[in-house]
């Protein structure tokens, strides 16, 4: 149980174009999920939360217009890279928590964006 | 907003030995502390969780122990392996529904 899905698991993408990244929870319904991106070598930096049918909170230094994050269902959120330059290359995963799983939180497999 | 510090960055042992990596927090509000291991390019996966209603946690080889009065945390792993080489993070949380704040990472290496 608890199964949370990522897509795609690795895009290429020119500078200046977006790119959807789409995270599900498969076998539970996830009342809130959190986006985080993570540079090599590094630590998972939260970038957002979302509440299903709520806006995202975006942590400070997040650019929500960059970024755009929809939570419309219990079973999935997107997240946009708006106009995606080179430094938005990075690892995004998502995790999700469910009422049923109160503290725990799942993650995703992970995004792998390149950015050309 | 919490912070959380962990320490070593990078730990060496060899195999059968057992290593100890250690976290210490901000937000005494903070009541759920669980660590993951994430191999390279894998997501993170929880190995063991601790709330603050109890001061130690042991799965087999691995315990997690709580100090909440000093605000820190602990991660043991005995009977160390090469297949526990990997990137462990510790984070924090001050109540259900709320992100995890994570540690910057300990890159574990277990040498046979």
């Known amino acids: 149980g608890a199964v949370v899905s990522q897509h795609p698991s690795w895009v290429i993408c020119k500078s200046g174009t977006s790119v959807k990244i789409e995270c599900r929870s498969l076998d539970f319904q996830a009342t809130t999920m959190f986006w985080y991106r993570q540079f090599p070598k590094q630590s998972l930096m939260l970038m957002a939360t979302?509440?299903?049918?709520?806006?995202?909170?975006?942590e400070q230094g997040v650019e929500k217009d960059k970024f755009l994050i929809n939570h419309a269902s219990l079973t999935l959120s997107t997240l946009t890279v708006t106009s995606a330059h080179p430094e938005d290359s990075s690892f995004y995963i998502c995790?999700?928590?469910?009422?049923?799983?109160?503290?725990?939180?799942?993650f995703g497999p992970g995004t792998r964006l390149t950015v050309t | 907003g919490e912070n959380v510090e962990q320490h070593p960055s990078t730990l060496s042992v060899q195999e059968g030995d057992s290593a100890v990596i250690k976290c210490t927090y901000s937000d005494s509000a903070s009541n759920y502390f669980p660590w993951y291991k994430q191999e390279l390019g894998k997501r993170p996966q929880l190995i063991i969780d601790i709330r603050s209603n109890v001061g130690e946690k042991k799965d087999q080889r691995i315990a997690v122990t709580l100090n909440k009065t000093a605000k820190h945390f602990s991660l043991h792993i005995t009977e160390t392996q090469p297949e526990d080489s990997a990137v462990y993070f510790c984070?924090?949380?001050?109540?259900?529904?709320?992100?995890?704040?994570f540690g910057k990472g300990t890159t574990l290496s277990v040498s046979s």
């Open positions: 979302s509440n299903e049918g709520s806006k995202a909170t975006y």
């Open positions: 984070a924090a949380a001050n109540q259900a529904g709320t992100a995890l704040i």
């Open positions: 995790s999700a928590r469910g009422l049923a799983l109160f503290y725990e939180q799942y």
